[in-house]
């Protein structure tokens, strides 16, 4: 009976939580929203890298369009200002930043090689051939160049290889024959031979299901893994830390991905998907998409059913998303380079996490309309600042987490990696509705659990008799981003009311909290982000 009457009162309180709590307070302009933010710390639900942001650079050449767009410029691996200290300092501040080499035309590059066979000649447009531009090539010069520069960025790099070599294109687009790894291996020896070091090999790009045009067949291309595992294995004999053999480097496809994972489990470390679920980027509603939480909702799936068919293989292989840029063609300008994009491009790292993704790659550090620099200035944009910051803030272990008061409220949590406590992820997508939120935290078991199932992207939180909420006396961090004039198609970031740019000498400024009470509740501004360290909280997860 007593067990009754206390299941009995937390069922109340909890329907006091969720409906209570979400009456709206009208002041000003604006409305004010009470919520509750809950958080099981009893044990992580995932693990990410340490290094979990990384970012892509590209091969596309200044005259890649996108719907008479010309968003490129000099951002090629191949024509790329490497002296810029811009660009040195972004990548610095990540110590290290994951930096993955790849794209759509990395399946037509070719590596320039002592034999001499083939005249090194850069990509030319040419709208016959089915990927838009004629063969390229990497002089062995420029390899060297951008080798120097990742080592004094300290650069984790992963390069992607040319998976199309030796095969024919048929009319269908499907890829026939064997890949001939001669011209990927002889890239390999040269770069040991210098002593430079490589994160990653990856074996092609968005070639896997349907494939962008071009496709290969899953039982080839687990063939042809396992091929390029013998090549690293071989050439790296001997070296106590030999690279990550990576692959496929396309779009989730189930059953393929199924049939080459089951095929590849004894070559393969790491399985990367790519990910644009927001469509072209000529699209006029993509804010629409991006402020919708239903719409976010939908981005789960691809991470849930990989981890689905990595947990009933035999492989040990993890999950990265490889390339990921939302809007497809490049992006659109004042969209996925301005402060709105922080909404999903966070979304995304928190659900990525949430589901056991080790490193998430955002397409891209700098190029197109996606970049996390300005193509042309070479200035942080505001999704820059957004990864520098959880990269800094947000630990490995990954916390149950889940929102009652509004659905505009996206919600995560970590061990913190600054801190022996947690940190918390707040995204309020509504624009008119201020947010006030209390933590509330499990430390331990209960014999009574209650489960509070939430939106399909969240896990449930768990009260019990060890459930408390987060006041005390303790002081806690708190960043709270949001656009420049309140403007969600600014390029310009404030951080806690203060605009974040770099200074005369190419600095990355110092993205300094505000220090709040303990007792306060989180207040989170409409159209605005909250990074939210709480120190001393001692969950068992994060000990």
Known sequence: MVSFL????????????????????????????DGTVFINGTASIARTDD??????????????????????????????DLSNPILLNAIKAFSPL??????TLEDIVIYESKDGHQPCTPFVKNTSEMLGFSK????????????????????????GLNALNGRTI????SAVGAWNSSNAESLIRYTVNKGYTIYGWELGNELSGNGVGIRVGADRYAADTNALQNIVQDIYKGFDVKPLVIAPGGFFDANWYKKFIAKTSNSLQVVTQHIYNLGPGVDQHLIDKILNPSYLDTGAQPFISLQGILKSSATSAVAWVGEAGGAYNSGRNLVTNAFAFSFWYLDQLGMASTYNTKTYCRQTLIGGNYGLLDTTTFAPNPDYYSALLWHRLMGSNVLSTSFSGTTKIRAYAHCSRKSKGIT?????????TTVRIRVSTET?????????????????ARMSRDSKTIYGNNTREEYHLKAKDGNLQSQTMLLNRKILAVNSSGE??????????????????????????????????CI
């Open 444 to 460: 331990a078991a209960g014999n009574e659990v209650v489960t509070v199932q939430q939106t399909q992207r969240t896990k449930f």
């Open 170 to 173: 048929s009319s269908d687009g």
């Open 6 to 33: 206390k299941l009995l009162l937390v069922r109340l309180w909890l329907f006091w939580v969720s409906h209570c709590s979400i009456s709206v307070v009208v002041g000003g302009a604006e409305n004010v929203v």
């Open 98 to 103: 994951k930096i993955r080499l790849g794209g």
């Open 508 to 541: 990355i400024p110092p993205l300094e909290p505000l220090i709040v009470k303990g007792t306060d509740p989180i207040t989170v501004a409409p159209s605005s982000i909250v990074f939210v360290d709480i120190p001393g909280t001692n969950f068992p997860a």
């Open 51 to 80: 290094n979990f942001i990384c970012a892509t650079l590209d091969w596309w050449p200044p005259d890649k369009c996108d719907y008479g767009t010309c968003s490129w410029g000099r951002a090629s691996l191949l024509n790329l």
């Open 136 to 159: 390229g090539c990497l002089p062995m010069s420029r390899w060297d160049e951008l080798n120097n520069f990742f080592r004094k960025a300290g650069a984790a790099v992963i390069f």
């Open 424 to 432: 918390l992820l707040l995204i309020n997508l509504d624009g008119n």
